[in-house]
């Protein structure tokens, strides 16, 4: 039985378990066993208590995670979360996010830590964090500076990515010369600055009055697809890229690219609205965080200053939706001895943030 798996599952992380069926295509199974920690391991804490508890519980993307639970709490309490403090941590989180995924894309080579290393180096200020980035992107990444690349059309990027100067390069060649099945039309999840508040709030009720809604959250009905893609589907690179081929696996590679070529300019400027936070009275609040994964959301319920209740609804449980968008895809892949490999490339695309295995089961 084939079986591959990107790292060995935490007990306490969990999985996403993709069994593919043996009698042939078409037929799969989804299935993420990650647990809902966040009610067990914060309920009854102070909002502080809290924060720590969930800046350590969460490795991946950690900053996000606390950022989101300290404003959800102040947000909880009718307080101003003060988000521009946390707006420098969440930008350099998802800068070594966006660069340590672009740079081990091909999985052939453990990716040079450096860049990783000068990034931590230069986090805590904005103009050398900036500088840092530039570097990082025009040495290693793009192969020439940002605003050159980020003015190039689909043939340009076609032209780039041939020429295969960097490793980012060579992994969207890669996409191209190996195309997957049809691009996927799962809705994209609307980027942050768009909520309304009545969004926020029939969110907030599906994820205190149902915990499973948070396993296998919807969007208006339906699920969708969360991350830099839809973040920047209707802005340079990437959409031009999806006016010509579609969503691929080739375009969320290029959304990332393009999301870190424009970091330098919003960590010297303004940036994107990256985290919002909403109080709901009754001592309940709710905060959103973009991530590099996408959408990250807190909701927090207190009760004389202690939780009552906390859901956590990650980028995860979005992307990889029993129907969501790694579900459309496979249902057109071909059944061959390069299935698993073709699977794992969807996976990758959609970037996980737990371990993942894939299975050929006799029933799936």
């Known amino acids: 039985m084939p079986v591959t798996a990107a790292t060995p599952p935490h007990p306490l992380e969990g999985e996403i378990h993709i069994a593919l069926s043996a009698s042939g295509p078409g037929r799969f199974r989804i299935q993420s066993t990650r647990p809902p920690l966040a009610q067990r391991l914060l309920a009854g804490c102070t ?84 500088d840092t980035l530039s570097g990082i992107l025009n040495d290693s990444l793009l192969g020439e500076p940002a ?21 980012a390069a060579q992994a969207l060649a890669q996409d191209i010369s190996e195309p997957l099945p049809a691009a996927t039309q799962t809705p994209l999840l609307p980027p942050l600055g768009d909520w309304t508040r009545a969004d926020i709030e029939r969110l907030a009720a599906q994820a205190l009055d149902a915990p499973a809604f948070c396993q296998q959250p919807l969007w208006q009905g339906a699920p969708a697809e969360t991350g830099a893609v839809a973040r920047l589907a209707g802005a340079g690179p990437a959409s031009c890229w999806l006016t010509a081929r579609g969503r691929d696996p080739a375009l969320r590679r290029l959304a990332r690219l393009a999301e870190l070529a424009r970091l330098p300019d919003w960590l010297r400027g303004e940036a994107p609205q990256m985290l919002r936070a909403w109080h709901l009275g009754e001592g309940t609040g709710v905060a959103g965080v973009e991530t590099a994964r996408g959408l990250l959301f ?5 009760r004389d200053g202690r939780v009552t209740d906390y859901r956590i609804l990650a980028p995860t449980e979005w992307n990889f939706h029993p129907r969501g968008p790694l579900a459309e895809a496979m249902q057109a892949l071909a059944w061959d001895a390069g299935t698993i490999a073709r699977v794992e490339r969807l996976i990758h695309s959609l970037d996980p943030c737990v371990a993942f295995r894939v299975e050929v089961a006799q029933d799936a």
């Not at 924060?51 to 309490?77: D, K």
């Not at 966006?98 to 290393?117: C, S």
């Not at 003015?151 to 020429?163: F, I, M, S, V, Y």
């Not at 807190?298 to 207190?302: A, E, G, K």
């Open 298 to 302: 807190h909701v927090v319920r207190l």
């Open 47 to 130: 909002p502080q208590t809290a924060a720590v508890r969930v800046g350590l519980a969460y490795t991946l993307c950690g900053c996000a995670q606390r950022a989101a639970c300290e404003a959800a709490s102040a947000a909880a309490l009718g307080e101003d979360p003060s988000p521009a403090p946390a707006q420098l941590r969440i930008l350099a989180e998802l800068a070594r996010e966006h660069v340590w995924q672009l740079l081990a894309a091909d999985g052939a080579a453990p990716p040079d830590p450096t860049p990783l290393i000068r990034l931590r180096q230069t986090a805590e200020d904005a103009s050398r964090l900036a």
């Open 147 to 167: 605003a050159v690349w980020l003015g190039r059309d689909t043939d340009g990027l076609l032209r780039w990515a041939r020429a295969g100067k960097t490793r």
